[in-house]
């Protein structure tokens, strides 16, 4: 059983940015980013696997980086240029795949969430 905590949302003007922060209790093989918009499904952000190779959205491409601290077992999502469209509850999930994946199936464990609000 993988535990997973979220911090660093918070309201933001149109360009501005944040970090989230996933605190993972368990080993992880690969985990991800994940948002979720009133009404809308889950859509997969950026996911990393333990080896460091990435999988970036196309819609956050360039704008947002995933990386992970292995020795704090936590992961970290850099978001920049931050535009209203990103406005969701964004959730940390942990897989046992070995490809990072931005697919939500990929993923058996999940975070409660933290809100990211960019308003313009």
């Known amino acids: 059983q993988v535990q997973l905590v979220e911090s660093g949302g918070g309201s933001v003007q149109t360009g501005g940015s944040l970090r989230l922060s996933c605190q993972a209790s368990?080993?992880?093989?690969?985990w991800g980013w994940f948002r979720q918009a009133p009404g809308k499904e889950r859509e997969g952000v950026a996911a990393?696997?333990?080896?460091?190779?990435?999988a970036t959205a196309h819609s956050v491409r360039g704008r947002f980086t995933i990386s992970q601290d292995n020795a704090k077992n936590t992961m970290y999502l850099q978001m920049s240029s931050l535009k209203p469209e990103d406005t969701a509850m964004y959730y940390c999930?942990?897989?046992?795949?070995?490809?990072?994946?931005?697919?939500?199936?990929?993923?058996?464990?999940w975070g409660q969430g933290t809100q990211v609000t960019v308003s313009s």
């Open positions: 990393i696997n333990r080896d460091g190779i990435t």
């Open positions: 368990g080993n992880t093989v690969i």
């Open positions: 999930a942990a897989g046992d795949s070995s490809f990072p994946s931005i697919s939500p199936t990929a993923y058996a464990y």
